[in-house]
């Protein structure tokens, strides 16, 4: 069974970093687009970061030059790399498996937490 | 950027069908994805590229796209339907995906 779990949240001072992991079991992690999305609390889903089976990388602009996504095949994890990190990056992160073109997400982590305060 | 407009709240009394709008513009050129998200929980996949089931969803679910809105429908809403749920697409002219506000289904 496909699956997706995701660590490396927790509580940081602004202008902080922090680095969140997501290890994929079940299927090939270079096969498929991967990419993170957050939620702040009470608010929707937003897209932070996409990396798709050539490699390439995307971000989101509010995490552009602060965020760094990257992902190590031979033991199946990607990584969210967070830099500088401020107030309004407090939000539960997600990774997700994409699937078809153009993408959709058909299989999600649980999310882990990250909380930026002083 | 790309714009994806969702009304903040639908209710429905069990047993009726349930309407969810996803506004943008031209988006019946584009391919529509939809997720459902219960409190606490991670998002699911209910429905993709406007109208396709992934496995294990109900028949209950089905979308529909054309023009400027696109919808998602269940019909013979449950309980258990009960759930924020959003709408998803790809915006090509900034490689960014996209994410609806969402909407909140309650079932009275």
């Known amino acids: 069974e496909a699956q997706l779990l995701e660590s490396g949240g927790g509580l940081v001072q602004p202008g902080g970093s922090l680095t969140l992991s997501c290890a994929a079991s079940g299927f090939t992690l270079s096969g498929y687009p991967m990419i993170w999305v957050r939620q702040a609390p009470g608010k929707g889903l937003g897209w932070v970061s996409s990396?798709?089976?050539?490699?390439?990388?995307l971000y989101a602009d509010s995490v552009k030059g602060r965020f760094t996504i990257s992902r190590d095949i031979s033991k199946s994890t990607f990584y969210l790399q967070m830099n500088s990190l401020r107030d309004d990056d407090t939000a539960v992160y997600y990774c997700?498996?994409?699937?078809?073109?153009?993408?959709?997400?058909?299989?999600w982590g649980r999310g882990t937490l990250v909380s930026v305060s002083s | 950027s790309y714009v994806l407009t969702q009304p903040p709240s639908v209710s429905v009394a069990p047993g009726k069908t349930a309407t969810m709008t996803c506004g943008g513009n031209n988006i019946g050129v584009k391919s529509v994805h939809w997720y459902q998200q219960k409190p606490g929980q991670a998002p699911v996949l209910v429905v993709y590229d406007d109208n396709v089931r992934p496995s294990g969803i109900p028949e209950r679910f089905s979308g529909s796209n054309s023009g400027n809105t696109a919808t998602l429908t269940i019909s013979g809403v449950e309980a258990g339907d009960e759930a924020d749920y959003y709408c998803q697409v790809w915006d090509g002219s900034s490689d960014h995906v996209v994410f609806g506000g969402g909407t909140k289904l309650t079932v009275l």
């Open positions: 990396i798709n089976s050539g490699g390439s990388i």
């Open positions: 997700a498996k994409g699937a078809g073109i153009p993408w959709h997400f058909d299989l």
